[in-house]
C-alpha cells in the first residue's frame, strides 16, 4: 500500500551539493521511520541516516554525519536528503526506504534492514574528483 519514489541524483564534483526528495504514496508515512541507503559497486548497502515518524530523531552514519541533513514533511509525504560537501566515495545509488512497523526509536532498532518493508527504486549519485 506504500510506494517510494526517489528523486535528486545526478553527477556533481566533490564539494558541490545535491538534494535528494523522496515521496511517498500511501497511509503510513507520518506515522512510519524512514531511512536512506545507499550502496555502491561492490558493496553492501549501508544506512546513511535515519529519521524516527516524528522527526525528532535521527542517526546518521559517522560518514556523513556533519554533510548530510535528513528532514522529513509529513503533511506533504516526503522525506528530504540534503547532500553538502560531497565526497567522490558518496558515490552510490541512494534508496529510501519506509518501515511499515512501530519500531523502537533506537540506532539498533532504525537501522536493521529487515523491519523495512517498502523500498524506492533508488536515485544514482555520483561525485567526480
Known amino acids: 500500500q506504500v510506494q517510494l519514489v526517489e528523486s535528486g541524483g545526478g553527477l556533481v564534483h566533490a564539494g558541490g551539493s545535491l538534494r535528494l526528495s523522496c515521496a511517498a504514496s500511501?497511509?503510513?508515512?507520518?506515522?512510519?521511520?524512514m531511512g536512506w541507503l545507499r550502496q555502491a559497486p561492490g558493496k553492501e548497502r549501508e544506512f546513511v541516516v535515519v529519521i524516527n515518524r516524528s522527526g525528532s530523531i535521527t542517526y546518521y552514519a559517522d560518514s556523513v554525519k556533519g554533510r548530510f541533513t535528513i528532514s522529513r514533511d509529513n503533511a506533504k509525504n516526503t522525506v528530504y536528503l540534503q547532500m553538502n560537501s560531497l565526497e567522490p566515495g558518496d558515490t552510490a545509488v541512494y534508496y529510501c526506504?519506509?518501515?511499515?512497523?512501530?519500531?523502537?526509536?533506537?540506532?539498533?532498532?532504525?537501522?536493521?534492514?529487515?523491519?523495512?518493508?517498502?523500498w524506492g527504486q533508488g536515485t544514482q549519485v555520483t561525485v567526480s574528483s
Open positions: 526506504a519506509l518501515s511499515g512497523r512501530t519500531l523502537v526509536p533506537t540506532r539498533q532498532s532504525l537501522t536493521r534492514q529487515s523491519l523495512y518493508d517498502y
Open positions: 500511501g497511509r503510513n508515512f507520518s506515522n512510519s521511520a
